[in-house]
């Protein structure tokens, strides 16, 4: 069974940063692309970053280019995302997502981990 | 940037008939589109993708169709479980998109 669990989120004040994780296991996570998607308290869904397979190609929003650092290590099964430079509107739910193989949406989403950032 | 607009916002629907919601793209995304399912409190469910295609155990009561800027999804015989918000998004090109979303409630 194919499973994506995030942690890390919490409580940041502005200006600071945090290190959200995906947990990736059911599936060979080295052969897949993977995204993070946000999403604020009552808001839509917006796409945040993708990452491919072996992590040489690396896109972001421009909201968060400059200030996020999307990354993975294929032999621990895991995605990560540093965020440094918070502000209130990277508040959200953060969550990572899995590409489905040759068509480029995402098949597999984590339950996602909330990010509020707040002094 | 290819901005996504879905229409309407909301749909109050009665259970046992249909709906259709619709995505539009301010330029062509190609067949390059899907469908999400969520919940409250819960994580988007792909639905569809390549605009027409169901994902894996997506009953065939979801349809998508469209392609280039106009796309749709139709629900048959809508039951409780499917009251929910839908996004469409394009995968066409960079950055990936998200329509705002259509709430479907139970009229």
């Known amino acids: 069974e194919v499973q994506l669990v995030e942690s890390g989120g919490g409580l940041v004040q502005p200006g600071g940063s945090r290190r959200l994780f995906c947990a990736a296991s059911?599936?060979?996570?080295?052969?897949?692309?993977m995204h993070w998607v946000r999403q604020a308290p009552g808001k839509g869904l917006e796409w945040v970053s993708y990452?491919?397979?072996?992590?040489?190609?690396?896109y972001y929003a421009d909201s968060v280019k400059g200030r996020f650092t999307t990354s993975r290590d294929n032999g621990e099964n895991s995605l990560y995302l540093q965020m440094n430079t918070v502000s209130g509107e990277d508040t959200a739910v953060y969550y990572c997502?899995?590409?489905?193989?040759?068509?480029?949406?995402?098949?597999?989403w984590g339950q996602g981990t909330l990010v509020t950032v707040s002094s | 940037e290819t901005v996504m607009t879905q229409s309407p916002d909301t749909l109050s629907v009665s259970p046992g008939e249909g709906a259709t919601l619709s995505c539009r793209a301010s330029?062509?995304?190609?067949?390059?589109l899907a469908w999400y399912q969520q919940k409250p409190g819960q994580a988007p469910r792909l639905l569809i993708y390549s605009a027409s295609t169901r994902a894996t155990g997506i009953p065939a009561r979801f349809g998508g169709g469209g392609s280039g800027t106009e796309f749709t999804l139709t629900i048959s015989s809508l039951q409780s479980a499917d009251f929910a918000v839908y996004y469409c998004?394009?995968?066409?090109?960079?950055?990936?998109?998200f329509g705002q979303g259509t709430k479907l409630e139970i009229k």
């Open positions: 990452i491919s397979s072996s992590g040489s190609t690396i």
């Open positions: 998004q394009q995968y066409n090109d960079w950055p990936y998109t």
């Open positions: 997502a899995r590409v489905l193989r040759y068509f480029d949406c995402l098949d597999y």
């Open positions: 059911g599936f060979t996570f080295s052969n897949y692309e």
């Open positions: 330029q062509s995304v190609s067949s390059k």
